[in-house]
Every structure is written in structure tokens, then in C-alpha cells.
């Protein structure tokens, strides 16, 4: 099994920011991708940030059109970890903010982990 924790949430007033961790442990053999998903109240879970695991280079990183130009997914300097700097905080950024991460347990078996979830609130 692999697990996911997820921190860094919190309650910003429009125009603030939040810096969101991510962090993975357990058995994976190879990670494909590491993301961060949201889901408002009433709405589907959607895409935010994720960035393509490449250990010899920073690796391609993809954001929804809603957040490109505020918000920054990286890799962190310890092992499966991941950030996500969201600023400029719109209230329309409300959310539960998860992690993801998608790999292989083994050269067969995929995995698809996710966190528990992380509240952001934007509100004046």
C-alpha cells in the first residue's frame, strides 16, 4: 500500500496565498506522476497541478487553465513529496485540495493513491 498525507490548508482572505505539502510513503516501484486535484462543494473532483516524475530533470508539469500563472506544483527535497504554492487566492480557489500519486507497486500493478484532503476556504 502506499499513503498519502497532505497538509498546509487553511482559511486566506482573497489575494493571499498557501504553500500545500504532499507526502508519500510505502511500496511503489516507479512513480508516474504526482498531482494535486480539488473538489468544491456540489462539483466534480478536477485536475489542479500535476507533474511528470522524472528523477534526472525537473519534469513536465500541467495546470488547469484556472490556475496557470498563480499556483506552482514542484518536487520537493525529500523522496515523494510534492508542493503546491497557490497564490493570488481567488474564492472561487475554495475547495478540498488532494493529493495524488500514480505509479506501479511492480512492473504489472498500477497504483492510484490519494490523501485524505486538505480544506482551502478563500473568504473575506
Known amino acids: 500500500q502506499v499513503q498519502v498525507v497532505e497538509s498546509g490548508g487553511g482559511l486566506v482572505q482573497p489575494g493571499g496565498s498557501l504553500r500545500l505539502s504532499c507526502a508519500a510513503s510505502?511500496?511503489?516501484?516507479?512513480?508516474?506522476?504526482m498531482a494535486w486535484f480539488r473538489q468544491a462543494p456540489g462539483k466534480d473532483r478536477e485536475l489542479v497541478a500535476r507533474?511528470?516524475?522524472?528523477?534526472?530533470?525537473?519534469?513536465?508539469?500541467d495546470y488547469a487553465d484556472s490556475v496557470k500563472g498563480r499556483f506552482t506544483i514542484s518536487r520537493g527535497d525529500a523522496e515523494n513529496t510534492v508542493y503546491l504554492q497557490m497564490n493570488s487566492l481567488k474564492p472561487e480557489d475554495t475547495a478540498v485540495y488532494y493529493c495524488?500519486?500514480?505509479?506501479?507497486?511492480?512492473?504489472?500493478?498500477?497504483?492510484?493513491?490519494w490523501g485524505q484532503g486538505t480544506q482551502v476556504t478563500v473568504s473575506s
Open positions: 495524488n500519486i500514480h505509479g506501479y507497486l511492480t512492473r504489472f500493478e498500477t497504483v492510484d493513491s
Open positions: 510505502g511500496n511503489i516501484f516507479s512513480i508516474v506522476h
Open positions: 507533474v511528470l516524475w522524472s528523477v534526472g530533470s525537473t519534469g513536465s508539469t
